[in-house]
T-cell receptor, first 115, second 116 residues
Framework: AQKVTQAQTEISVVEKEDVTLDCVYE???????LFWYKQPPSGELVFLIR??????QNEISGRYSWNFQKSTSSFNFTITASQVVDSAVYFC????????????FGKGITLSVRP | GAVVSQHPSRVICKSGTSVKIECRSL??????MFWYRQFPKQSLMLMAT?????????EQGVEKDKFLINHASLTLSTLTVTSAHPEDSSFYIC????????????FGPGTRLTVT
């Protein structure tokens, strides 16, 4: 069975601070996909990134960066110079492959960025 | 591309009535659709997997007679909450998957159901 753990539940930072959201996963599969989603107060999930298990390269997209380390089964997400608009719930998720694959979500991290 | 819509976005119904939520893939054919439920300040929990033309597969603990799912076409799946009660009040989110692309789900905007 697969599992995603987001140990942090709520994080509060002041605008312009950097913040890292942690994600640890468990799976028996050798091929899998990891995701991060943002859920603003409106409720609609916003896709941020997908990473497959064979690609451990870190990724940077603007103020966002992701650190994937298979050795520690972690897929952490860093927001640099946070902004008030970054306030949302962030979910890490894991998917196996195959026709019966399902997406397993972590419990989510509520990020509050104060002006 | 890969847009999923849900209708309605919000619905209020009285206890004991039934309510139908539609999930549509607007620009692609979705052989598989998923229904999730999200209670306040909680994560998304998968309720069921819906394959076009066949019966839905429900997750453990989800009452299939209460949450009726129909996936009659490659672009439409419906979730009917029968005899709704206040405890069914929740945010319901659907997602759709392209045929053969097993790792990607496209999410709808969600439907907020309030049962009074």
């Amino acid at each position: 069975a697969q599992k995603v753990t987001q140990a942090q539940t709520e994080i509060s930072v002041v605008e312009k601070e950097d913040v890292t959201l942690d994600c640890v996963y468990e799976t028996r599969d050798t091929t899998y996909y990891l995701f991060w989603y943002k859920q603003p107060p409106s409720g609609e999930l916003v896709f941020l990134i997908r990473r497959n298990s064979f690609d451990e390269q870190n990724e940077i997209s603007g103020r966002y960066s992701w650190n994937f380390q298979k050795s520690t089964s972690s897929f952490n997400f860093t927001i640099t110079a946070s902004q008030v608009v970054d306030s949302a719930v962030y979910f890490c998720a894991l998917s196996e492959t195959g026709a019966n694959s399902k997406l397993t979500f972590g419990k989510g991290i509520t990020l509050s960025v104060r002006p | 591309g890969a847009v999923v819509s849900q209708h309605p976005s919000r619905v209020i119904c009285k206890s004991g009535t039934s309510v139908k939520i539609e999930c549509r893939s607007l620009d692609f054919q979705a052989t598989t659709m998923f229904w999730y439920r999200q209670f306040p300040k909680q994560s998304l929990m998968l309720m069921a997997t819906s394959n076009e033309g066949s019966k839905a597969t429900y997750e453990q603990g989800v009452e299939k007679d209460k949450f009726l799912i129909n996936h009659a076409s490659l672009t439409l799946s419906t979730l009917t909450v029968t005899s709704a009660h206040p405890e069914d009040s929740s945010f319901y989110i659907c997602s759709a998957r392209l045929a053969g692309v097993f790792y990607e789900q496209y999410f709808g905007p969600g439907t907020r159901l309030t049962v009074t």
